[in-house]
């Protein structure tokens, strides 16, 4: 009953705030945060939306007061250093407060500049130095917020002994020598404190909230607006930038769910570590979210490896991204720093596909989407770490969960933002020629997934899960499958001996897309084909000798290949392959194998009344990459994007870099139809001349083996591709073209609304941002 009074005495304070309340009035503003047992949970229960909103409209002073003073109580904690247990509950209650109301603030374009004034006559009470008096109330929480998450035995653990003499000064502090977890920079771990641990998770929803700001900002194809929160927290302003980013960072990258191994402990205790790890992936990728383009181009100035910086360098250096934590995390450069990243971000995406005898037996992670774009950033950001990440097979410990999370996700409707980020990091690595190299080596571990069962290499499977996610995904992949095609074509020319599955799986995708009503019906569903002789004349011309499974299923569809070199392009012709519409024929009645793998779960719909975030249009593959030619040394040189007549016979087909990209599955060509002069168009360059030339050669010779034998077994067949040889006989090669990932306006909108539809969405205890006015993003009902 206590409680319950105590708690009554909470909601009985916020209705005095509609009355005109002395500002002075300490008495009256303190029994906000003097109480000793409220949770956040409670704030959020006792401060209804309504009120907040009510005393918004009704009563502005009194909100500004009430923020200020919160402000001010963060301040002087920060100040003193939280010395007694009263003064850290103060601060704790203040960071609830605070976490509660700035979403209302942000909501209101009125209020939106409130943060970012001074108040006359008041500045001076709040700031650590008489010098600053003019520091905007955001600056003076943004500031004390750091201090506070390096404060001696409240979220650090104090070097010195208790005793009044010896306590720490909070000003003088090294925050450097106190990183919260060994790793990049570091090497000593401190001893585990879950009140520490529970303390930095709340100051860090608090900071969270603060960044949140720019869900209440409308999208704009304008990159250009910076988030004023984050730019100055991430500044030279905020002395803790170094060691608080080289935290989270460690934090993440070491933090092991499965612990000691003993099954199903974390029944048995909480991780209070887990929920920090989630807040600190969530803080370092929305502060990664920010000045996306001269970010990269800052990142591959700063790396010529010759002139590494070491952190105490790093400040004055002119040219980096102003943004600091975009600074470090591109100039990280130590083998031992990049392995202890890769290897933290490889073990916690694994963790979910993880299996024992025993079920549910281990602890799995819920936040692989954090993960996956903390990686996305890495690779984008630090050339060094790609480089790393791709010059031995570790990369596949990250190809193999990222496959996994699409395979699993094609069929829900909910998780449409993590099969684009999946497939993004796929193909930013497949620009790179190590990448196709690495996929060649055999696939020996056996995650459970519902495919067929193979016996190959990481390539298969690639291509495996990528066909499942096309025959059986749901319909908004669809301006997904040139991305898909798109990494095939990177990968293919390295691609040393594909499984008869694989083999089978392309040419069934090229089947079903060289269907006469299928080309007909979209502007662009011709690039497709495109894409899928590419790579098939890719893997003939220049890794024809291991490949003898995919010549045969060339010759065993070869059908296909002639259909569409006779492919009609009369008026007639068109309209009655129009009139025969019907789902492409991909199906899963067309897949020949069914076994899938033991332990395997199909992919399933998103349960009635799950919640998804709106995301921006994905543009198109020719926006999204550039063309470069792998010149005889391996060098690449890049193609500039007019469709020379070089470049047409072996590349997307002529007219894709202007015609409009599939920006969603609604087409947005509705006013277009097929005709005689279209098709002609692109017909003229489908590159079809190896592949005819390698038929017209090895058909001939295969039937004759047939006859002579009588044959009815493939296995004679392959063994006769398997050493025949086609020198001299093939056009002259083609260059390979490779489509690197580029950054634009475009992804980096993309990137913004879906980094903060998965926060909002992953923050539901408590419930943030639920029920205010999200402009962003739209939050829809499955």
């Known amino acids: 009953l206590g409680k319950l009074d105590r708690g009554w005495n909470k909601r009985r304070c916020v209705f005095p705030l509609l009355q005109p309340v002395e500002a002075s009035d300490d008495v009256f503003w303190d029994q906000f945060w003097v109480d000793s047992s409220t949770t956040v949970q409670d704030v959020f229960a006792l401060v209804p939306a309504a009120e907040i909103r009510a005393v918004r409209e009704e009563s502005p002073s009194n909100l500004a007061t009430l923020c200020y003073k919160a402000v001010e109580r963060l301040v002087r904690g920060a100040d003193s250093g939280c010395p007694s247990e009263k003064e850290r509950q103060t601060v704790l209650n203040c960071t609830r407060l605070l976490t509660r109301i700035l979403p209302y603030i942000f909501e209101d374009a009125d209020w939106r500049g409130f943060f970012w004034s001074t108040i006359p006559g008041r500045a001076g009470h709040l700031d650590h130095d008489a010098d600053d008096e003019g520091r905007p109330l955001a600056e003076s929480l943004l500031l004390a917020i750091a201090d506070l998450l390096f404060c001696p035995d409240f979220t650090i653990q104090s070097h010195k002994k208790n005793s009044p003499d010896t306590a720490d000064d909070i000003r003088a502090i090294d925050s450097c020598e106190y990183i919260w977890e060994a790793g990049v920079g570091f090497a ?16 860090l929803k608090l900071l969270l909230t603060c960044f949140s700001e720019a869900m209440y900002l409308p999208p704009s194809a304008e990159n250009k607006v910076l988030n004023p929160w984050i730019s100055f927290f991430c500044s030279t302003a905020n002395r803790h930038a170094l060691p608080l980013f080289t935290s989270l960072l460690n934090v993440v990258c070491a933090y092991d769910p499965v612990g000691y191994g003993i099954p199903y402990n974390h029944l048995l205790f909480s ?186 290499t990481h390539a298969d499977l690639l291509i495996v899960i990528f066909h499942k996610i096309i025959s059986s995904g749901h319909q908004r992949l669809q301006p997904l499958f040139d991305c898909l095609l798109t990494i095939i074509v990177n990968i293919s020319p390295y691609l040393k001996s594909l499984s008869m599955v694989a083999a089978n799986k392309l040419l069934h995708l090229l089947e079903a897309f060289s269907t006469p009503w299928f080309l007909f019906s979209s502007l662009q569903n011709h690039h497709l084909v495109f894409f899928l002789l590419e790579v098939c004349n890719n893997i003939i011309q220049y890794q024809f000798d291991g490949n003898f499974n995919l010549v ?231």
């Open 188 to 203: 000593q771990a401190p001893p585990l404190n879950y009140v520490h641990d529970l303390n930095r998770t709340e100051l």
């Open 271 to 456: 991780d209070y570590r887990e929920q920090l790890v989630e807040q600190a992936v969530q803080i370092l990728i929305v502060t990664l979210e920010h000045e996306a383009g001269s970010a990269a181009s800052a990142a591959l100035q700063a790396l010529d490896p010759s002139t590494c910086p070491s952190a105490e360098e790093e400040q004055q250096e002119p040219g980096g991204p102003d943004n600091l934590f975009v600074n470090y995390l591109s100039r990280i450069h130590r083998e031992e720093d990049l392995s202890f990243v890769l290897k933290g971000l490889a073990r916690l995406l694994n963790n979910p596909l993880i299996q024992t005898y025993l079920p549910r037996s281990t602890k799995k992670i819920q936040f692989h989407q954090e993960l996956l774009i903390l990686f996305w950033k890495f690779c984008d950001f630090n050339k060094k770490f790609l480089f790393f990440v791709l010059k031995s097979s570790d990369v596949l410990d990250m190809l193999i969960p990222i496959l996994f999370y699409l395979n699993d996700a094609r069929a829900d409707q909910s998780r449409l933002g993590l099969m684009h980020i999946g497939v993004f990091i796929l193909l930013l690595l497949s620009g790179e020629r190590n990448f196709g190299v690495r996929l060649n080596k055999p696939y020996a571990l056996r995650v459970p997934m519902d495919i067929p069962v193979f016996t190959g």
């Open 552 to 782: 045969y299923a060339i010759i065993r569809k070869r059908n296909v290949f002639h259909q569409l070199a006779n492919l009609p392009s009369d008026t007639t012709s068109i309209q009655r392959a129009l009139q025969k519409k019907r789902r492409t024929g991909i199906s899963r009645a067309n897949s020949v194998e069914n076994e899938s793998m033991e332990g395997s779960r199909p992919a399933v719909p998103a349960e009635p009344g799950t919640l998804k975030a709106s995301l921006e249009a994905t543009p198109g593959i020719d926006k999204i990459t550039e063309k470069s030619q792998v010149s005889q040394d391996g060098t690449m040189i890049t193609v500039p994007h007019l469709d020379s007549p070089h470049t047409s016979k072996s590349s997307i087909a002529a007219g894709s870099e202007s015609a409009r990209s599939r920006l969603s599955s609604v087409s947005s060509t509705a006013a277009w139809s097929a005709n005689s002069d279209w098709v002609s168009s692109w017909k003229a360059k489908l590159p079809l001349q190896t592949i005819m030339r390698l038929l017209q050669v090895l058909v001939p010779q295969v039937e004759k083996i047939c006859i002579d034998k009588g044959l009815t077994d493939e296995s004679e067949i392959l063994k006769f591709l398997q050493h025949g040889t086609l020198v001299g006989l093939l056009p002259v090669p083609h260059p390979i073209l490779i489509r690197k990932y580029q950054a634009n306006a475009g992804t980096a909108m993309w990137f913004r609304t879906y980094i903060w539809g998965v926060i909002y969405l992953r923050n539901v205890d408590p419930p943030i941002w639920y029920d205010t006015d999200i402009r962003l993003f739209e939050i829809q009902r499955i």
